[in-house]
């Protein structure tokens, strides 16, 4: 207890930290206090699961006291009157010198033991938010803690954020530490990365099955971002500008698919993979520069008549009906997106204007039964252009990222909305 006291001291006249010192010191010096004071108060709301946290049966004797105490006061208050103190330190110095070297002991070396720091907090938050008000665990995610104890702290559900009270949160709490940022993940992961990570899980299925592997590239575009950013999943659908509603099926179809047969763990597994692939990029894609750059973009009419060129027997080709749909496909492509969420078809729906027509002639594209003749040189071309257009715009990532300057970023021209052909 008298070191505990020496360190407080210490903290209680800060001293400004050397250069040579590493960048730890923001994230658990200066948030001594706030950590003690939350792992304290976890260790009151979890007893006596928590007694194995105090140093001796003297220390723990003095918690029991206190929490004894503390306990009927909360019960005996009046139905629907909140006890003022009820998160106050104890009065007792004895006391509260016990709950903060508990406290102290059950926090450890946060700076590298962040995992087992998890795994000695996590059983204590089970039951601390389980016996206790409702708003128990949002009160812990609205206090400012270090980052390695927010992420211990936080609840999860199949390795996501819990949905349900993050609207107040403190801050994001991300679960694990990203080189890539949540602007280099697309709504839907592309096909080839699904193929050099995901094999394990897509072997499983049935090939012809189309549907369940798109759940899987929506699902870890949610994963990943939750991984940078530290959402909930309902949040990082927004960030990818998936409907709620499309990002919850997109769950419950993985979920019906994979947890009888225990097999989530694999999808953590490859999603981790692909995560170690990203931190390791030094060219990663801008995604969500990609998505604002092409949010109001139209295909040129010269452009389509380009793609179109020759092809006869193909149907309505000046149509805005298919420039619309061209348009789609393209956004699709360079996003990694789903074109059923492409401005066009986000458009019509605005206007509430049916959006079955343009859905429809983008399938007949899509559809394997449909790419023969005229409509698969079509989407061949449709494709290339995409994938030159892809490239423009990393050639304009390139450029700006070069001219970057003190006063910020030299603003490159429109060079990103000029097509390749």
Not at 200 to 213: C, E, K, N, Y
Not at 368 to 387: H, K, M, S, T
Request: aromatic content about 6%.
């Amino acid at each position: 207890m008298l070191a505990l006291q020496r360190r407080i001291d210490r903290h209680l006249t800060p001293t400004k930290p050397s250069p040579a010192a590493n960048g730890s010191y923001s994230n658990l010096e200066q948030h001594l206090f706030s950590d003690l004071i939350a792992a304290a108060q976890l260790i009151r709301l979890s007893w006596p699961d928590s007694a194995c946290f105090a140093p001796s049966n003297t220390v723990a004797d003095l918690i029991a006291h206190h929490v004894a105490t503390w306990t009927a006061l909360r019960e005996n208050r009046n139905p629907g009157r909140r006890v003022r103190d009820a998160w106050a330190a104890p009065q007792g110095p004895a006391e509260c010198g016990a709950l903060l070297l508990a406290a102290d002991t059950l926090l450890g070396d946060r700076g590298q033991d962040s995992p087992a720091l998890r795994e000695r907090i996590q059983p204590l938050a089970t039951a601390a938010f389980t016996r206790n008000e409702a708003n128990t665990g949002a009160t812990f995610r609205r206090m400012d803690v270090s980052p390695d104890l927010a992420r211990a702290l936080a609840q999860r559900s199949l390795g996501f954020n819990r949905a349900g009270g993050h609207h107040h949160a403190k801050q994001h709490v991300p679960s694990r530490q990203c080189h890539f940022g949540i602007e280099h993940v697309p709504a839907l992961l592309p096909e080839s990365w699904i193929g050099a990570h995901f094999g394990d899980l897509s072997s499983l299925w049935d090939p012809r099955d189309v549907w369940r592997p798109r759940h899987l590239r929506r699902v870890a575009a949610l994963k990943l971002v939750e991984m940078a950013g530290g959402d909930t999943w309902p949040q990082c659908a927004v960030i990818l500008g998936i409907p709620r509603i499309t990002a919850q099926r997109s769950l419950t179809v993985l979920k019906r698919s994979l947890l009888p047969g225990g097999l989530w763990p694999l999808l953590d597994k490859a999603v981790e993979s692909v995560a170690q692939e990203l931190d390791a990029d030094a060219l990663r894609v801008d995604f969500a520069a990609r998505r604002r750059t092409l949010s109001t973009w139209r295909i040129p009419v010269e452009d389509l008549a380009a793609l179109t060129v020759g092809l006869v027997r193909l149907a309505n080709v000046d149509s805005p009906l298919t420039r619309a749909a061209a348009t789609a496909l393209v956004w699709a492509r360079v996003t990694q997106g789903d074109h059923l969420h492409s401005p066009p078809v986000e458009a019509l729906s605005e206007a509430q204007q049916s959006t079955k027509p343009l859905v429809s002639a983008i399938g007949q594209l899509q559809t394997p039964g449909n790419r023969r003749g005229a409509r698969l040189v079509f989407l061949q071309r449709i494709n290339e252009y995409a994938d030159d257009f892809a490239q423009a715009l990393n050639q304009a990532q390139s450029i700006t990222e070069k001219y970057k300057t003190e006063e910020g970023i030299i603003l490159i021209s429109d060079l990103t909305a000029q097509s390749a052909w």
